[in-house]
């Protein structure tokens, strides 16, 4: 029997989303699993989020409301107020997939430095557009992301000691930056084999799509090195090319 209990802290990062945050706050308050602390990070809203999250505050360990220079800078606020042995971060309009989600997560395999999982994708009418157009590879590696980004940020649970603060030089994709650093410190990755995250398509790195793909390519040069990474972006322009030609335009809108 897996007696692997750990304490997880899920972080919601928010800012002026009254239509998605309960979703994501009852996602997260509805989890079967008992050792979560949930922590909420708002920008300062202005549109009624705040007074959803008061209408939770009884489920939610920790929230703040006050202003911010950015998606990281606010995550970065969260990480510093974790004390959970993992931590997960549920932005919001993003869901974790059913209540008996993060157990399953943590019954998949003991004690794991990481856990990742797959995600199905939304669109705003909350209709499903199907799984990611990179799936989760079987086995994930700090190289996995040389040829795209296959498991989203909603989708990995990584213990808090290897994680450091986000780097606030990249305004759109320091999360993939993120997840490299923490995966070269696992020892052990855990592929849980199921889907674990809803993900709502959009966000600031849709909007500027060109400005994600310059920091996207600048994050894995640095850590693959500049050549093989314009060797992997011939790889990943000829498989989108394939993707095209077989399915139309991808439901993620990623590499």
């Given at each position: 029997m897996n007696t692997f209990s750990p304490k997880l802290t899920v972080i919601t990062v928010?800012?002026?989303?009254?239509?998605?945050?309960?979703?994501?706050?009852?996602?997260?308050?509805?989890?079967?699993?008992?050792?979560?602390?949930?922590?909420?990070?708002?920008?300062?809203?202005?549109?009624?989020?705040?007074?959803?999250?008061?209408?939770?505050?009884?489920?939610?360990?920790?929230?703040?409301?006050?202003?911010?220079?950015?998606?990281?800078?606010?995550?970065?606020?969260?990480?510093?107020?974790?004390?959970?042995?993992?931590?997960?971060?549920?932005?919001?309009?993003?869901?974790?997939?059913?209540?008996?989600?993060v157990a399953q997560v943590f019954a998949s395999a003991p004690n794991a430095d990481i856990y990742y999982g797959e995600t199905e994708m939304f669109d705003a009418r909350w209709e499903s557009l199907g799984l990611r157009r990179h799936a989760a590879p079987d086995r994930f590696t700090w190289r996995s992301f040389r040829y795209g980004m296959n498991v989203s940020h909603q989708a990995i649970y990584i213990r808090r000691a290897i994680t450091g603060p986000y780097d606030?030089?990249?305004?759109?994709?320091?999360?993939?930056?993120?997840?490299?650093?923490?995966?070269?410190?696992?020892?052990t990755i855990a592929h849980t084999r199921r889907l674990v995250a809803k993900y709502l398509v959009?966000?600031?790195?849709?909007?500027?799509?060109?400005?994600?793909?310059?920091?996207?390519?600048?994050?894995?040069?640095?850590?693959?090195?500049?050549?093989?990474?314009?060797?992997?972006h011939i790889v990943i322009a000829i498989n989108l090319a394939a993707y095209y030609a077989r399915h139309g335009k991808p439901n993620d809108g990623s590499l």
């Open positions: 928010v800012y002026n989303d009254v239509r998605g945050i309960e979703r994501t706050l009852l996602s997260v308050i509805n989890q079967t699993y008992p050792h979560i602390e949930y922590l909420v990070i708002d920008g300062a809203s202005t549109d009624g989020t705040t007074e959803i999250i008061q209408r939770y505050s009884g489920h939610i360990t920790r929230w703040i409301s006050e202003p911010d220079s950015g998606i990281y800078h606010a995550m970065n606020k969260g990480l510093a107020l974790a004390t959970g042995d993992y931590v997960l971060f549920m932005n919001s309009g993003d869901e974790i997939y059913d209540p008996d989600t606030l030089r990249y305004q759109l994709s320091a999360d993939i930056d993120w997840i490299i650093c923490a995966a070269k410190k696992a020892k959009g966000g600031m790195s849709k909007k500027r799509h060109w400005q994600s793909l310059r920091e996207r390519f600048q994050i894995f040069s640095k850590h693959y090195g500049l050549l093989p990474n314009i060797f992997n």
